[in-house]
């Protein structure tokens, strides 16, 4: 990413000025709220440093003796003696695509949250109370808070790994990111103290379980942000264990089931003497063991983050802040490990062995990229030839026409498996039918099983006769998957950014029983076979790279309007949009608290009204669903639909094992 320098350090006898452009622009006055009133000084012939596309160049602008603009100065921050400089980044073309092709109804704010729970570093704060191992999982103490947020941030040395995160969209040109710097490091540290405060904050917990908190997630999915001001935000709560239904009943009675086991090894004499405590309380005993009791309750620290696209993509987000835990040194070093591995392939056997290996690697890539290329474009001409309308178009009129059109963002979560057990699911069908199927295959047929029930249910709704001329349910359906060019992962000494593609691929919709035998148990199998085709065809090809690249050249060369309309007529009239997101394989720490559920929400893209997160973590695959509301109106049975096509497969599976 090219950068410019767009302001120096201050000196009591000579200041920075803004460039000719900006000055002719009106300058920033208004962004300073009036801080130079007053202000007139001799300027002499300055410079600036501007490097684009790595080219760099020096431009002089001389002001003249005297200015009458020093109001206007962004550079000449000069209170208390606090000396700044203003970095200007070339911001990538798919973070400047998601400004342009984001709408009112549907901005590009990917949202989730982290929910953490059990005992924090003693360095993070007291574990007050009876030393036991109750109150070491869940004392009062052990919360997770705003300051606890800033000094992991800092601890792990954030600001220079990902400085992006201090960063904001220019408010005179969108193509750049904006970050303010002071001359000193003791200076620079105390502004990114004080830029925290603006991105974390502390809010009450959630008193409806899963209620609050979805209200929550579907306001910050549809409320803009102000780029120009931040491009990220987190709200931090804290309460009891489970209340906020952010971490599963489950997942919640297994914590529980260990603290009651570790109760039970707390000895005699430990045991004895809080009875002793208890013993001592005189006038308002009552009300002490209740404020006691309140106090060794579990709690739980739910982290809600939403950030957007222009800062990055999703899957980057995530794997950035893995850099939070207390485990990062050791995910990086999985990573280089990977790396070398990688690398290692090439330089075995002697030196014409390597370069025909290389000649021949090289020449495989030319081909698929040539050959690759031209069937993307082919196959993607034909989904959008072939699907002239998507199936909830139907839907939306008919609510529309009725005056029942609902609209906001419909929101749930659950946990779906553990990833062993889909991995074995997905064998046993594989093996038996010749194929090899992936856990994203797996839940890619559970979804598209769940999208025709609803729309099956949408259709008994409608008036009988729109029903039979506008039937939603279809044959096919048009699913679009994001792709992550780096596989989910921030390479170490790299910051995030957005190395996103996607593609658009054709899966079953309804399928009779007449195509696959007499037998309904058959129709989850042929469905999951038919999806395994669709999506080894395209995650095969270029088209991830392809659109990737298009993205590109939509942002830096067309207007607002023709990238919008491209956007959303390359889609093909897909349904559904499907992400999947590896996480670490074990559960992940923040200052000793450990995170027990994550989950993320999809940002709508334009035309589609359902999208659906598959996400591992910790041994087990969760699932997240955002959509419009008019179209999925009743998020819990969707997920519940698509889990009972889940319990369809392993069913199918477990007959095939024995």
Known sequence: MASSILGRKVFPAAAAAITANLAC????????????????????????????????????????????????????????????????????????FSLKSESTDNPSIPTFFLALAGRKNKSQGHNAGPSSVYSAVSGGQNKFTVS??????????????????????????????????????????????????????????????????????????????????????????????????AISRAKVNA????????????????????????????VGELWSDAARKAEFTPIESVLLFRTHHALADGASIIAALSDLCDEAEEIRADIKRVLRKWKLRGKNGTFMRRLMNRL??????????????????????????????????????????????????????????????????????????????????LFVSCITSAIVRQLNEHEEFMAPMEAHEHRPVTRHLN??????????????????????????????????????????I???????????????????????LISHYLAKFCSDYLPDKWTQSLFKRANANACVVVSNNRGYHK????????????????????????????????????????AEKWAVPDPDTFLMWVMEEYERLRNEAAKLQK
């Not at 941030?153 to 303010?180: C, G, L, N, Q």
């Not at 060019?485 to 029983?513: D, M």
């Not at 129709?523 to 999806?531: G, H, K, N, S, Y």
């Open 25 to 96: 622009s009106g300058g920033v006055s208004s962004m300073l709220d009036g801080k130079f009133d007053g202000l007139r000084t001799n300027f002499g012939t300055t410079s600036r440093t501007l490097c684009e596309d790595g080219r760099a160049e020096k431009v002089a602008s001389v002001i003249g003796k005297s200015n009458p603009r020093a109001n206007d100065n962004l550079f000449l921050i000069k209170e208390s003696g606090i000396r700044e400089t203003v970095l200007r980044k070339r911001m990538t073309s798919i973070g400047r």
């Open 148 to 245: 606890d947020f800033e000094s992991a941030w800092m601890a792990k040395d954030m600001p220079t790994r990902h400085p992006r995160f201090h960063s904001t969209v220019s408010a005179h040109d969108d193509r750049y990111f904006e970050e303010i710097h002071h001359t000193t490091g003791d200076e620079q540290s105390s502004r990114i103290k004080a830029e925290l405060d603006r991105h974390a904050s502390e809010t009450m917990h959630f008193s409806v379980y899963r209620d609050d908190l979805r209200y929550r997630l579907e306001h910050m999915l549809t409320s803009p942000i102000e780029v120009s001001d931040k491009l990220w935000e987190v709200k931090i709560s804290n309460g009891p264990l489970g209340s906020s239904g």
């Open 255 to 282: 914590i529980m089931e260990k603290i009651r086991n570790d109760e039970r090894h707390l000895s005699d004499n430990t045991k004895r003497n809080e009875e002793l405590q208890r013993r001592r309380f005189g």
């Open 360 to 441: 021949v690697r090289f020449a495989k890539m030319w081909i698929w990229l040539t050959l690759g290329s031209m069937r993307a474009f082919l196959y993607q001409i034909y989904l959008q030839m072939t699907t002239r309308k998507n199936p909830f178009d139907a839907v939306k009129a008919d609510a529309e026409k009725k005056g029942l059109l609902i609209t906001g963002r419909s929101v749930s979560w659950c946990d779906a498996a553990p990833l062993e057990e889909a991995k074995q699911i997905t064998q046993a069908i594989g093996k038996a039918n010749g194929v090899n199927i992936t856990v994203n295959d």
């Open 479 to 520: 699913v679009v998957v994001p792709v992550h060019l780096r596989g989910g992962v921030v390479l170490p000494g790299e910051s995030v950014g957005n190395r996103i593609g996607a593609f658009v691929t054709r899966c079953p919709g309804e399928i009779e029983h007449s195509d696959v035998g007499e037998e309904a």
């Open 522 to 544: 058959q129709c989850p199998t042929e469905r999951i076979l038919q999806v395994n085709k669709s999506l080894s065809h395209s995650k095969n090809s270029p088209a991830p």
């Open 587 to 626: 559960k992940l720490h923040i200052g000793g608290m450990a995170i027990e559920a994550a989950h993320a929400f999809l940002p709508l893209p334009p035309g589609i009204p359902v999208g659906v997160v598959v996400q591992s973590y910790a041994g087990g695959v969760s699932l997240s669903v955002t």
